[in-house]
């Protein structure tokens, strides 16, 4: 045994302290069985999670634009084509959608070919008819009136590039629409993402296609009537405020009523 400075021996047995346990507090040891170290699978951890800033920044833009009064100009970019008119529209542009880089080799080797055998097989060096892109090239399509058709994507950020391109084509007598999503405009033209995209022309078989949408364009944005101011969309609580509001109006007024 172990003697300490006093000459005493130590006792190797330590005293018991016990822990009155408090009613109010349970203890809940945690169990590290398999299982019971994992967290419930089915809880909502979304709100605790830090999401990177440009998702923040999407979200924050969207609930401001929700709670505040749209200006027309802005207001018409929520009134895009219907899923079936652009099921319609996205079959045609589909069929004319840019060639890629490969493609465009293999046109320019069967040229080549058919050149040099003088074989006459009439490949042609000219690209058959393909979408047009880009804001500059869509905007002198439309002042010449070359264009047929421009289709303008409704989730453009900044705004502003395309926010005057409606009333381009109104006053030009050019037929447009606004659709949903510009990755799909984007997907037609070989690109991550385009702001807008233009047809001035088509093949001989897709001529009755192209007439049915510019009909659609036509009675559906351009001889529509001008945009309204878009309501705002109140929070929660501002709704269970203005609700608390109106019922304590609601009494009070019961009251008077009686007497």
């Known amino acids: 045994m172990p003697k300490s400075k006093g000459g005493k021996k130590k006792s190797s047995r330590s005293t018991a302290t016990t822990v009155k346990e408090n009613p109010m507090f349970p203890s809940a040891p945690r169990s590290f069985r398999i299982g019971g170290d994992v967290p419930n699978h089915k809880r909502d951890l979304s709100r605790f999670v830090k999401w990177p800033k440009y998702i923040r920044l999407q979200r924050q833009r969207k609930v401001l634009m929700e709670r505040l009064k749209t200006p027309p100009a802005l207001n018409q970019f929520n009134n895009a084509l219907n899923k079936n008119q652009a099921t319609e529209l996205f079959k045609l542009l589909n069929k004319n959608r840019q060639e890629t880089k490969k493609e465009k080799k293999q046109r320019l080797k069967a040229q080549a070919a058919s050149e040099s055998a003088k074989s006459g097989s009439g490949v042609s060096s000219k690209p058959p008819p393909t979408l047009k892109c880009g804001l500059n090239h869509i905007t002198y399509l439309v002042e010449k009136k070359k264009a047929k058709m421009v289709a303008i994507a409704s989730d453009v950020n900044p705004v502003e590039l395309v926010v005057w391109l409606p009333a381009l084509c109104k006053s030009m007598g050019v037929p447009y629409c606004i659709v949903k999503n510009k990755s799909r405009?984007?997907?037609?033209?070989?690109?991550?993402?385009?702001?807008?995209?233009?047809?001035?022309?088509?093949?001989?078989?897709?001529?009755?296609?192209?007439?049915?949408?510019?009909?659609?364009?036509?009675?559906?944005?351009?001889?529509?009537p001008n945009p309204k101011w878009g309501d705002r969309k109140l929070g929660l609580k501002t709704q269970r405020s203005i609700a608390k509001r109106e019922a304590m109006l609601a009494a009070e007024a019961a009251k008077r009523a009686k007497y």
């Open 185 to 224: 405009l984007g997907s037609l033209v070989n690109m991550k993402n385009a702001t807008a995209v233009a047809l001035t022309e088509v093949k001989a078989a897709d001529q009755a296609a192209l007439d049915t949408i510019v009909n659609i364009c036509t009675s559906g944005f351009n001889d529509a």
